[in-house]
C-alpha cells in the first residue's frame, strides 16, 4: 500500500501549481531542461532516423499517421515513466542499477566506434521486429506497433539519463516532453549539425557516463550541485568544439599533403 500511496502522491505533485509556477521561474530548473531537451536531440537524431525507415513502405499519408500515434505512445509512456521512476529513484538499488545501465551504454558506444560499428544493428533489428508485426497486425496497426515499441525502447535510455541530472517532476516532465518533440520536430537539424561536427556523438555519450558517475555518486550520499554540472557541461561542449577545430586542420593538413605527393 505505501508503494501505491507514493506512485499516486508523485503523479498527482504533476497538478501541484506552486510547484510549476516555481520551475517556470527558475534559471536553474531551465538550465536542467535546455541541458536533457540538447541530450535527447543528440541521442536521439539516429533513433529519428531509424523510425523513418521504419515507415518508409507505408504511403505518405500513412507514415505521418503512423509517426504522429508513435508520438502519442511516447508521451504516454514518459509520463508514465517518470511518475513512477520518481518513486522508484528514491531506492538506493534502483538509482545503482540506473547508473549501471547508462555506464553500460556509453561504454558499449566506445566499443562498438573502436570496431567501427554503427547503428545499423539497431535499425536491422527494428525492421525485423517490424516484419514480424506486419504478419501479424497487417502492414499499417503493425508499423504502428513497431514505431510505438521502438519509442519506448528509446525512451528508456533518456529517461535514466534525466533521472541522472534531476529529480524534480516539473523538470523531468518539460525536459522529457521537449525531448520527444525534439526527437521528431527538429531531428533533421540534429543529424546535420552531428555530420559537420561528428565528435558531438561522442560527446552525447561522455556526458551519459558523466551522468552514470553523478547517479551513483548520489547513491554514497554525495551530491553534485547543478552549478559544479554546468561548468563540466560547458567544458565539455568547448572541449567537443576544440577536438573538432583539431581534427579539421589534421584533415587539411593530410589532404594539401596527398595532393603535393599526385603532383
Keep these: ?31 536542467l531542461i535546455g541541458t536533457l531537451v540538447i541530450l535527447e536531440g543528440l541521442l536521439s537524431a539516429d533513433n529519428a532516423l531509424v523510425l523513418a525507415v521504419m515507415v ?10 503512423a509517426l504522429f500515434y508513435g508520438l502519442i505512445g511516447a508521451y504516454a509512456f514518459r509520463f ?10 528514491k531506492l538506493w538499488w534502483v538509482k545503482l542499477l540506473g547508473a549501471a545501465y547508462l555506464a553500460w551504454l556509453s561504454i558499449k558506444y566506445f566499443i562498438d566506434k573502436s570496431k567501427g560499428e554503427d547503428g545499423e544493428d539497431e535499425a536491422e533489428s527494428g525492421l525485423k521486429t517490424e516484419g514480424f508485426l ?16 521502438m519509442d519506448i525502447a528509446f525512451s528508456v535510455d533518456s529517461v535514466l539519463a534525466a533521472f541522472g541530472v534531476s529529480e524534480e517532476i516539473w ?28 565528435e558531438l556523438e561522442t560527446t552525447a555519450y561522455i556526458l551519459i557516463a558523466l551522468i552514470a558517475l553523478k547517479m551513483a555518486a548520489s547513491v554514497a550520499h554525495y551530491e553534485v550541485s547543478h552549478y559544479a554540472f554546468f561548468i563540466v557541461l560547458v567544458i565539455t561542449f568547448l572541449a567537443t568544439f576544440v577536438v573538432h577545430r583539431i581534427n579539421q586542420r589534421k584533415m587539411t593538413e593530410q589532404e594539401a599533403a596527398a ?3 599526385e603532383e
Design 1 to 31: 500500500m505505501d508503494i501505491i500511496h507514493g506512485i499516486f502522491n508523485t503523479y498527482a505533485a504533476f497538478f501541484d501549481w506552486h510547484m510549476w509556477a516555481e520551475v517556470l521561474t527558475d534559471p536553474v530548473s531551465w538550465g
Design 56 to 65: 518508409k513502405h507505408l504511403p505518405p499519408k500513412q507514415r505521418k499517421k
Design 80 to 89: 508514465i515513466a517518470i511518475g513512477v521512476g520518481v518513486f522508484l529513484i
Design 134 to 149: 506486419i504478419r501479424l497486425f497487417g502492414t499499417f496497426w503493425g508499423t504502428v506497433v513497431a514505431v510505438e515499441i
Design 171 to 198: 523538470v523531468l516532465l518539460l525536459g522529457g516532453m521537449l525531448g520527444v518533440l525534439m526527437m521528431r520536430g527538429v531531428a533533421g537539424v540534429f543529424l546535420k549539425l552531428i555530420e559537420k561536427i561528428p
Design 259 to 261: 595532393g603535393k605527393k
